[in-house]
């Protein structure tokens, strides 16, 4: 079945980095768009950051500038690259692998990112 496994997720200080990575298999990885969510408890799950087949990115604003996602698409991995950490960021970070139609979606399991203040 299709797998998504994330890691690299852990406790750091404010201002620090750490780089997640999701890795797919049973797919044609190139084909999906590719993303980044986070939740915490007791609120909704959130788009943090996107990429399309082509390497076209989005993120949200509260992370413009100190988050950067990538792919391999020989490694059928992506990559979160996170600068600058401040407390808020603090969460569950989720992978999402979608299809160019939207009818094939797959979540990984998440990883958690803490950042103390």
């Known amino acids: 079945q299709v797998q998504l496994v994330e890691s690299g997720g852990g406790v750091v200080q404010a201002g620090g980095s750490l780089r997640l990575s999701c890795t797919a298999s049973l797919i044609t990885f190139g084909l999906y768009n590719m993303g980044w969510y986070r939740q915490t408890p007791g609120k909704q799950r959130e788009l943090v950051a996107s990429?399309?087949?082509?390497?076209?990115?989005n993120s949200v604003d509260s992370v413009k500038g100190r988050f950067t996602i990538s792919r391999d698409n020989a490694k059928s991995t992506v990559y979160l690259q996170m600068n600058s950490l401040k407390p808020e960021d603090t969460a569950n970070y989720y992978c999402?692998?979608?299809?160019?139609?939207?009818?094939?979606?797959?979540w990984g399991q998440g990883t958690q990112v803490t950042v103390s203040s």
């Open positions: 990429i399309t087949p082509g390497g076209s990115t």
């Open positions: 999402n692998a979608r299809s160019s139609t939207g009818t094939r979606a797959y």
